[in-house]
T-cell receptor, first 109, second 111 residues
Framework: AQRVTQPEKLLSVFKGAPVELKCNYS??????LFWYVQYSRQRLQLLLR??SRESIKGFTADLNKGETSFHLKKPFAQEEDSAMYYC???????????FGKGTLLTVNP | NAGVTQTPKFQVLKTGQSMTLQCAQD?????MYWYRQDPGMGLRLIYY???????DKGEVPNGYNVSRLNKREFSLRLESAAPSQTSVYFC??????????FGDGTRLSIL
């Protein structure tokens, strides 16, 4: 079975502060991890994929297999980063995604 | 550059009514998915179709049926709507091991 845990439902930071959204997973094989972002009442958009190791909108995430984590980080939060963030795991050959319950990030001015 | 298109965007139903949510993608993807999004629950997979002609149950399939009409279209049907099915429904598509692309969602309220 595969599981994704995002321990924080809500996260509030001030503009310019560092932000870290936590994601832990449970999967017996080699997972693929993603971060999706959903701005207010919009569709989900892919933010990061662990195998690409890119930095998108200043966000980075590193897969830590020892800690089974894929935390999302940004050194200086911006107000436009306010959104719902979902961590997702894909394992196996059927390409299904398992999502965490999401973290609502609010960046205050 | 439509991507994944869902119709309708909003719908209000009475308990017991039936309806079909439509989803179409123009990216020639083999796989398509239906999710529901509920507060505090994240996205949960209802049904998916790995390829044209195949469908499989996801995490929460009860009360729903799907049809993969062709490679482009994947519909979700509620035969007898219940208030517990009030939710935002998202369709997504992907090509094999590529990331999933999502539609704008359908907000469904059942009274």
């Amino acid at each position: 079975a595969q599981r994704v845990t995002q321990p924080e439902k809500l996260l509030s930071v001030f503009k310019g502060a560092p932000v870290e959204l936590k994601c832990n997973y449970s999967y017996s094989g080699s997972p693929e991890l993603f971060w999706y972002v959903q701005y207010s009442r919009q569709r989900l958009q892919l933010l990061l994929r662990h195998i690409s190791r890119e930095s998108i909108k200043g966000f980075t995430a590193d897969l830590n297999k020892g800690e089974t984590s894929f935390h999302l980080k940004k050194p200086f939060a911006q107000e436009e980063d306010s959104a719902m963030y979902y961590c997702a795991l894909r394992g196996g050959s059927n390409y299904k995604l398992t999502f965490g319950k999401g973290t609502l990030l609010t960046v205050n001015p | 550059n439509a991507g994944v298109t869902q119709t309708p965007k909003f719908q209000v139903l009475k308990t017991g009514q039936s309806m079909t949510l439509q989803c179409a993608q123009d990216m020639n993807h083999n796989s398509m998915y239906w999710y529901r999004q509920d507060p505090g629950m994240g996205l949960r997979l209802i049904y998916y179709s790995a390829s044209e002609g195949t469908t499989d149950k996801g995490e929460v399939p009860n009360g729903y049926n799907v049809s993969r009409l062709n490679k482009r279209e994947f519909s979700l049907r509620l035969e007898s709507a219940a208030p517990s099915q009030t939710s935002v429904y998202f369709c997504a598509s992907s090509e094999q091991d590529q990331p999933q692309h999502f539609g704008d969602g359908t907000r469904l309220s059942i009274l």
